[in-house]
């Protein structure tokens, strides 16, 4: 079955630090890669995403490349701010198919 | 905001009742899914509906049930609760049937308290 792995937290930075939140999937067939921020008190919302192999996905100053040699789709910035803390899960769906599988989430806190 | 809107926010409600859960998906979205989020289990799918019809289950209790409306919002039905039920219940839509190229938008949740 499909599964996604996440790096634990919490992950604390100061602000402006660059951050990396690790992502490794186990998939049938090619699946498409998401990442999810969740704010406190709020829903989910994309972050961004890939659909195939060495596509990078980017928005509001986050990348991640889906590589499919090592089953990663690692989230990178290259300088956080304090609104940028808030829970981050990977994701995948593969096929034509319909559910997301999600990763446990990796938290971020971001102080001055 | 996503456009996906869920009613109630919050659910307080003792072990052996039943609730309903609804969700009004973006203007637009044929496709309705739920999802459960609990600290024990994380972010899990639990079942699918497109254009009133069930698509995909996922580790959907059969306590459980959902449905589609013809105006495409959607309820979940939780009977017989238990003190495990207890999670965030949040309501997901997207334009088509599935896969990676349609996008699902989540709407606030709802908090579900069994005591």
């Known amino acids: 079955g499909n599964s996604v792995t996440q790096m634990e937290g919490p992950v604390t930075l100061s602000e402006e630090a660059f951050l990396t939140i690790n992502c490794t999937y186990t998939a049938t067939g090619y699946p498409s890669l998401f990442w999810y921020v969740q704010y406190p008190g709020e829903g989910l919302q994309l972050l961004l995403k890939?659909?195939?192999?060495?596509d990078k996905g980017s928005n509001k100053g986050f990348e991640a490349t889906y590589r499919k040699e090592t089953t990663s789709f690692h989230l990178e910035k290259g300088s956080v701010q304090v609104s940028d803390s808030a829970v981050y899960f990977c994701a995948l769906v593969t096929g034509g198919g319909n559910k997301l599988t999600f990763g446990t989430g990796t938290q971020l806190k971001v102080e001055l | 905001d996503s456009g996906v809107t869920q009613t109630p926010k919050h659910l307080i409600t003792a072990t052996g009742q039943r609730v309903t859960l609804r969700c009004s998906p973006r203007?637009?979205?044929?496709?309705v899914y739920w999802y459960q989020q609990s600290l024990d289990q994380g972010l899990q799918f639990l079942i699918q509906y497109y254009n009133g019809e069930e698509r995909a289950k996922g580790n959907i209790l059969e306590r459980f049930s959902a449905q589609q409306f013809p105006d495409l919002h959607s309820e979940l039905n939780l009977s017989s609760l238990e003190l495990g039920d207890s999670a965030l219940y949040f309501c997901?839509?997207?334009?088509?049937?599935?896969?990676?190229?349609?996008?699902?938008?989540f709407g606030p949740g709802t908090r579900l308290t069994v005591t």
């Open positions: 890939a659909t195939k192999a060495d």
């Open positions: 997901a839509s997207s334009v088509g049937r599935g896969g990676g190229s349609y996008e699902q938008y």
């Open positions: 203007s637009g979205d044929l496709s």
